[in-house]
């Protein structure tokens, strides 16, 4: 890892965390929701870096959101 997974800004990524909702990964391509409402695409030169970035500054990931849901369905 070659920063700080506390940062406030991921390197050459444009917005700090605070500003982000949700983000959905598909391959290398991050679709990331903000929280006014705007989307934004990145492609992080390391992608599980950026991903952990993401979910340890608590980014909800959306299919790890739907997968929960499924499970509570399944369940009742």
Same mark, same amino acid.
């Given at each position: ?18 500003y ?9 391509? =991050?679709?990331?929701? %903000?929280?006014?409402?705007? #989307?934004?695409?990145? @492609?992080?030169?390391?992608?599980? /870096? =950026?991903?952990?970035? %993401?979910?340890?500054h608590? #980014?909800?990931?959306? @299919?790890?959101?739907?997968?929960? /849901? ?7």
């Amino acid at each position: 890892m070659n920063y700080e997974i506390s940062n406030y800004f991921f390197p050459d990524f444009r917005y700090p965390f605070c500003y982000l909702a949700r983000f959905l990964q598909a391959d290398n391509l =991050f679709t990331i929701l %903000l929280k006014d409402g705007n #989307v934004t695409h990145f @492609k992080p030169a390391n992608v599980p /870096d =950026f991903r952990n970035w %993401l979910t340890h500054h608590k #980014v909800e990931d959306i @299919k790890e959101s739907i997968r929960k /849901d499924h499970e509570l369905i399944k369940e009742n």
